[in-house]
Every structure is written in C-alpha cells, then in structure tokens.
C-alpha cells in the first residue's frame, strides 16, 4: 500500500494502482480534523481567514513541504521499471483528478473576465474545501480559457506591453528542479496526493485513531501565525459595528503618549477604548496611522479569541469518551467579506 501511494494518477491511470482512492480518503480526514480544530480553538474566526488557515495547513505548498521534509524524491519518469521508492507522476499530463467537494460554477468563464465578486455564503456552499473554484471540468476550463483570450484581444497596445514586462520578470525567478511553473505545478499536485494518500493508507489499515495523531503530529503541528493572514479594509468602522452589536460604549481614540513630533521619525502610541477598557493599541509615525492599528489590533484581539485547549467532536468517537460538552460558538463576523 506504502509503494501504491507514491504513484501519482498522472503516471498510472489505473485506479487499481495509482493513489487516487487513497488521497480522496486522506484529503477528507485531513480537512476534516484541521476544520473541527480550528473551530473549537478559534470559534471567532471570519469564515475567509478559516479558508485561509485551512489552506495554510491543508493545501498544496504546505503539504509539498511535508512530503519533501519526509525525504520523498521524485522519479525523473514514471514507468513499471522505477524503484517502488520514488514517486511517480507525470508532469506533462495531468492524469485523473480525484473527486473534490463542491460545485462546478458554470458561470466560471465570467469569473475571471469580468472580475465578478464571490460572496462568503457563495464559496461556503459552491466552492471548495479551501473556498476556491473548483476547475476540474475540461468544458469549463475550456470556456475559461477561450474568455481569456477575447479579453486578451480587447486588450490596448499599453497593456499588452505591460504584460510582456511582467512576463519577462516572472521569467527572470530562478526556478527549481522542477523547470516551468507547469511542471513545478504538477510537481506540487503529486507531492499533495502522496501525504493525503498516506493518511488515507494509515486509515485504512490502522484505524481512525492512528490517523487522526498522525495528521496531528505532521500537519496540525505545524506553526502557523493567524493574525497575518486578516487583511482589514475599514477597521475603525468594523470596530464601531462590532461595538454596537455585542452592546458595548462606542469606541473612543486616545493618545497615549507621542515621541519627535517635529521630527523626521515620529512616533504616536494610540489606544482604543471602550469606555474605561482599553481594546487595542498601536504605534505608527502618524496619528490616523496609529488609530487604525489599533482598532486592527483590537479587530485581531476579539476575532482570535480562544477558550485553549478544548475537545473536538471527534474525541467522542473514542471507546469510555467522557460525555460531550458543547463547545463555545459565536455569533459570527461583523462585516462579511
């Protein structure tokens, strides 16, 4: 099973041998576990930085730097004559996708031109585990790509001279073993599929629970730092909102103390209160600077909010579990994104 889950589907499309069942399988435990973690650690998190967290633990690049720090290496080309040891894929060919969760959207094509917005309820219940569009169906990636290339004959002159400079840059990253961003993202798919297969080979032959520690012990134990992926638009306003919902004094910035006012490098110390509490603070060179750090950090403080170490639903799967204890859920996100 071990030497099945190193051949990718893109080196062997026989399902009988290539690793497609067992990632499917892993993909969901994975998913599953990482999900049910962040809820109960972080049950304030705006549904996009869940997205965001979960693709940070769970998606490609983290999982291709699993699979390399694992020392798996990769055969130059796959073929019934490979050492069993290596992992087989093909990057010229992208062989069969294993069944994803979520919805094909048909108006895709029109994602990409017309720069439509996705809503959080739309990706919650269409996309992907991660909250990404799902590209699997040829048709559609056909459609995507022939809107691509009228948008691309409506472009000026300018723009197409921009674009040449753009890709004369991209050109210039020295690229890895892996040669062209193609291969590169082949490379990355079939490592993916390898530690998802993995976790669904132990699952298979050691049960639920030898799964579950190993995800923990590989991938959640990972460090991670959730507060750089909030990306916050209107912080004083959200801030406001948030204040108002949960019934607490409107917002109040204070300065808390100030160094080279007429100096090149200023510095402003600003809090944020709420009545006589202090919610957050920060330190910029400039006055509106600092006041929206601080409702950032206060945003950041309230959204990051974690009981600590709390049992999962999960944990009640196991045999003489205690009985279950309802974990804290909140109210959600002020202002959807």
């Known amino acids: 099973?071990?030497?099945?889950?190193?051949?990718?589907?893109?080196?062997?499309?026989?399902?009988?041998?290539?690793?497609?069942?067992?990632?499917?399988?892993?993909?969901?435990?994975?998913?599953?576990?990482?999900?049910?973690?962040?809820?109960?650690?972080?049950?304030?998190?705006?549904?996009?930085?869940?997205?965001?967290?979960?693709?940070?633990?769970?998606?490609?690049?983290?999982?291709?730097?699993?699979?390399?720090?694992?020392g798996v290496?990769?055969?130059?080309?796959?073929?019934?004559?490979?050492?069993?040891?290596?992992?087989?894929?093909?990057?010229?060919?992208p062989g069969i996708s294993i069944t994803n969760f979520g919805y094909k959207r048909t108006e895709l094509a029109y994602l990409e031109k017309f720069k439509w917005r996705r809503g959080m309820a739309s990706r919650v219940v269409l996309d992907d585990d991660f909250g990404d569009v799902v590209r699997s169906d040829p048709k559609v990636a056909a459609d995507l790509e022939k809107a691509m290339?009228?948008?691309?004959?409506?472009?000026?002159?300018?723009?197409?001279?921009?674009e040449m400079v753009a890709n004369e840059q991209d050109q210039d990253v020295s690229y890895d073993r892996y040669g062209n961003p193609d291969t590169r993202a082949a490379?990355?798919?079939?490592?993916?599929?390898?530690?998802r297969a993995v976790v669904g080979a132990i699952y298979a032959h050691c049960g639920r629970e030898a799964a579950k520690a190993f995800?923990?012990?590989?991938?959640?134990?990972?460090?991670?730092?959730?507060?750089?992926l909030f990306e916050f638009k209107y912080p004083t306003r959200e801030l406001a909102a948030l204040c108002a919902r949960e019934d607490f004094e409107p917002p109040v910035a204070r300065l808390l103390s100030e160094t080279g006012r007429q100096s090149r490098t200023p510095v402003f110390v600003v809090g944020i209160y709420s009545g006589s509490d202090k919610l957050g603070e920060g330190a910029a060179p400039s006055l509106d600077h600092a006041r929206f750090k601080a409702a950032m950090n206060a945003l950041k403080a309230w959204y990051l909010y974690s009981p600590g170490e709390t049992r999962v639903p999960s944990d009640m799967l196991e045999e003489g579990a205690k009985p279950w204890t309802p974990a804290y859920i909140d109210m959600g996100e002020v202002i959807s994104r």
């Open 1 to 70: 099973t071990l030497a099945r889950t190193l051949v990718d589907a893109s080196a062997d499309e026989n399902a009988q041998f290539n690793n497609a069942n067992l990632a499917f399988v892993g993909q969901t435990l994975i998913n599953y576990h990482i999900a049910e973690w962040l809820l109960c650690k972080y049950p304030r998190l705006p549904q996009g930085i869940l997205f965001g967290a979960m693709k940070a633990y769970a998606g490609p690049k983290p999982l291709l730097q699993i699979a390399r720090s694992w």
């Open 149 to 162: 290339e009228e948008q691309d004959q409506d472009k000026t002159p300018d723009e197409e001279e921009a």
């Open 73 to 93: 290496d990769t055969a130059a080309v796959p073929g019934g004559e490979v050492d069993p040891g290596l992992l087989q894929f093909d990057a010229l060919k």
């Open 215 to 228: 995800v923990k012990a590989h991938i959640m134990s990972r460090t991670l730092d959730i507060a750089k």
């Open 187 to 195: 490379a990355e798919r079939a490592h993916a599929y390898f530690v």
